[in-house]
């Protein structure tokens, strides 16, 4: 039978695993309404994902799961592994969401930086990890509302740098990519737009957000990042990309004009929230030079997507750079 989704071309940079979805709340160990939007990375030979899940309450928590090739064979924990701590973190209280890992070989352990429901809205919060058992909490490091952020994995000129997505309260004035930086993890300052949602007609007019965390090559940053289009039945959720200079990663390099993978397949298209495709970890095979993406779709379960590194590079060198896409902005 043809359906839409067979008149649907997308860019084929990013081929999906034929075994999607990869996870799904049947898979999991205990009762959930949703498994989606997991933070990635390696541990030992493994391939780790810290994946959202949504209670049957409507709350989310933080699960570990891991896999030898990434693709097949998940150990899920057999209880959350990240839970909001209303205790000491009442900023938690109605859940936490949406994780990007990153590890710090400064200091021998992962950053975990992830959304807190809190009574003010969604909030930036900060854990380190050394082993995915033990956790410690850093607290909240942005107010709300704000999301959608990662740190880089090592200093620049002495401080860390948080990519992240506030939200501006005044109606109209665009929800875009911010760094802010610190000494210490603790203490941030110096925050400015670097990359902004377009207006008007593009795919990623007025919302956009990182995807997974930053990305190291030796052409630069790579940034999968998120945009919204709003429609009359709702939004669609896409990705693009933009290339960071590697020293000074202020500086955007490229953009891309397109979207380079959106919605398509039934499971993105039909869920708890349709049409959405939202990834927030990568893991890149260094030995085969592929990406693979983990995404959730449509917030219900996880989608994996690989694409070639250098396919990837090709295609972002060939993008607009800051001139040209902001004549068109
Ligand atoms: C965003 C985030 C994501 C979610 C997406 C689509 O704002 O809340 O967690 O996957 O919306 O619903």
Known sequence: MTTITDYVGFSELFRRFDKNPILTPANWP????????????????????????????GF????????????????????????????????????????????LEERQEYAITYASFSRGGPLVSLTMTKDFKTFKRMGAIMPPDDKDASLFPRRFGGRWILIHRPMPVSNGMGAHIWFSYSPDLKYWGDHHVVIEARQGGWWDANKIGLGPQPLETEEGWLILYHGVRRTASGSIYRLGLALLDLEEPWKVIRRSNEWIFGPKEVYERI???????????????????????????????????????????????SCPGPKEWRTRA
């Not at 989606?36 to 899940?53: D, M, Q």
């Not at 869920?271 to 260094?286: L, T, Y």
């Open 30 to 57: 205990y009762p959930v309404n949703a498994v989606f939007n997991p933070g990635a990375t390696k541990l030992g030979n493994e391939t780790l994902l810290l994946v959202r899940v949504e209670d049957m309450e």
């Open 60 to 103: 989310s928590h933080l699960t570990v799961t891991r896999s030898e090739d990434g693709k097949t064979n998940w150990h899920i924990d057999s209880q959350p592994t990240l839970l909001h701590d209303l205790k000491s973190h009442p900023e938690e209280v109605w859940g936490i969401e949406d994780p990007r890992i990153v590890w």
């Open 271 to 317: 869920g708890g929230i349709p049409n959405v495709i939202f990834p927030c970890g990568a893991v890149i095979d260094r030995e085969t030079n592929e990406l693979r993406l983990y995404y959730g779709a449509a917030d219900t379960t996880i989608g994996l997507a690989m694409a070639k590194m250098d396919e990837l590079l090709d295609y972002i060198k």
